[in-house]
């Protein structure tokens, strides 16, 4: 038997599973709580006595891990214009799996670095100029930077034609300066995986090792990559398929949790109807995006304000005062879970306005202008409205008896149709919570992961 043990470091569990690779069978999943504080390995022995109660002793000839322990890989990203160079850090940070805390624009001034001091990062992403464009900026942050009092990695994307002389500057107070290619080095024109290489790169050496997760090396054989890059990278390859078996064409996935929202899209997002033109930096045929005030527990009262107790309780049909009430038991107690048949339907109508704010958020929208010449449309961002298949995770969905109830948030809006949502889509649910652990087997199997998620993500 050709075993593999997943694990994925979490702030709260330590979740795993085993697979026979040759089988292409998912043989058990456990979890423990993470004990990142005191040793990492205690959560992982807890997880793996659950495991081996349901399936026996098992032996693994390999185990690949991920994590987003402790707040997972937070980062603060800063760049030239808000719209263009900022913004493509983002997306660079978002890519390799970060929680990006802030972005920054322009010449950062001593409040911003006393802010970002506050922040604490783990590593900070400096951007800022097309090559041969904006020299001034970056240098400035450079030199900020390097005052900043905190010995945090720094990964340089900016300008080419300067950054010599910014990691100069930043060399002299910093341990560890990363320079790689920009993340704009023209106008409208993206590059931001050498970035997110980068960024996972070093989290993987640096933070991994902060995060007590060396602890576990002697059981795990290589740590690959921050949990929220497993689970882009296992929808990248269900979307596209790997190592010759097909993929299942563009995708969405809404992973809920109780601090956030992430969305992914693996799509190109080109406008699908003809006359429109496309406004703003390209989008990545894989995107991701967080919601930090969209979660079920700990981010219930921002999810509140977000969505309004009127949006909740037209879905759970209830009133607005019961679902401002339920919030507040989930705000004073965030292992609160619903009681009766009013809250399990308020449950279910947070989920589904996180799916439908995280999505609003996540898609493009097309934008109409009338001019003498006529009427025209313009699209920023990725028309999602072809879309096939939306993928379900997290607590809200995996463990509710109305899953789909909860995607159907997801769904074009006739009344709002410049939200480019999906029209037509199949929904399908990561029941196993199994996302994560084949992003990280598709490293070295991507077909038997592939596969695997065919089998195992499935209709409700």
């Known amino acids: 038997m050709n075993n593999v043990l997943l694990i994925d470091f979490g702030s709260t569990y330590t979740k795993i599973t085993a697979v026979d690779v040759d089988q292409e069978q998912v043989l058990g999943t456990a979890r423990g709580i993470t004990t990142v504080e005191t040793d990492i390995m205690d959560g992982l022995n807890q997880a793996l006595a659950a495991l081996f109660a349901k399936t026996g002793e098992l032996e693994f000839n390999k185990v690949l891990g991920c994590s987003s322990a402790a707040g997972g890989l937070k980062m603060v990203a800063a760049g030239l214009v808000p719209e263009m160079t900022a913004e493509a850090a983002k997306r660079a940070a978002l890519g390799a799996g970060a929680k990006v805390l802030k972005v920054f624009s322009h010449e950062l001034s001593e409040y911003e670095i006393a802010e970002i001091a506050a922040l604490q990062p783990d590593i900070i992403l400096l951007a800022g100029g097309t090559d041969g464009g904006n020299q001034k900026v970056i240098l400035h942050n450079a030199g900020m930077l390097a005052g900043l009092g905190l010995d945090v990695p720094v990964v340089v994307a900016g300008n080419k034609s300067v950054a010599p002389a910014v990691v100069k500057i930043l060399s002299e107070k ?87 929202t992430d969305v992914y899209s693996i799509a190109k997002g080109d406008p699908t109807v003809g006359g429109v033109t496309l406004k703003g930096l390209p989008e990545p045929f894989g995107k991701r995006t967080v919601e930090g005030d969209l979660g079920m527990r700990y981010s219930a009262g921002a999810l509140l304000k977000a969505a309004g107790a009127e949006m909740i309780s037209r879905y759970a049909v209830v009133s607005p005062e019961e679902v401002t009430a339920y919030v507040a038991k989930v705000e004073a107690d965030i292992d609160h879970l619903p009681q009766d048949e009013t809250q399990a339907k308020i449950e279910i109508a947070m989920g589904k306005a996180c799916v439908r704010l995280g999505a609003d958020r996540h898609v493009g929208q097309l934008v109409t202008y009338f001019t003498p010449m006529g009427t025209s449309y313009v699209q920023t961002g990725k028309d999602l409205t072809k879309v096939t298949t939306v993928i379900g995770t997290g607590g809200v969905i995996v463990n509710n008896s109305e899953p789909e109830a909860i995607l159907k948030g997801i769904l074009f809006d006739e009344t709002n149709p410049q939200v480019l949502k999906p029209q037509y889509p199949e929904y399908l649910i990561d029941k196993n919570y199994i996302m994560a652990a084949m992003g990280l087997l598709g490293e070295e199997y991507p077909a038997v992961a592939v596969r695997m998620m065919k089998k195992y993500i499935v209709k409700k």
Request: glycine residues 10%; proline residues 6%; neutral net charge.
């Open 174 to 260: 910093l341990t560890e300066v990363r320079p790689t290619e920009n993340v704009m080095p023209k106008l409208d024109e993206l590059n931001i995986e050498p970035a997110r290489a980068a960024i996972r790169d070093i989290f993987l050496r640096r933070i991994t090792e902060a995060k007590g997760l060396n602890r576990a090396n002697k059981m795990v054989d290589r740590m690959v990559m921050p949990t929220p890059a497993a689970v882009l990278k296992a929808a990248e390859l269900l979307s596209q398929g790997g190592g010759g078996e097909k993929g299942l064409g563009d995708l969405m996935v809404l992973d809920i949790g109780g601090a956030t």
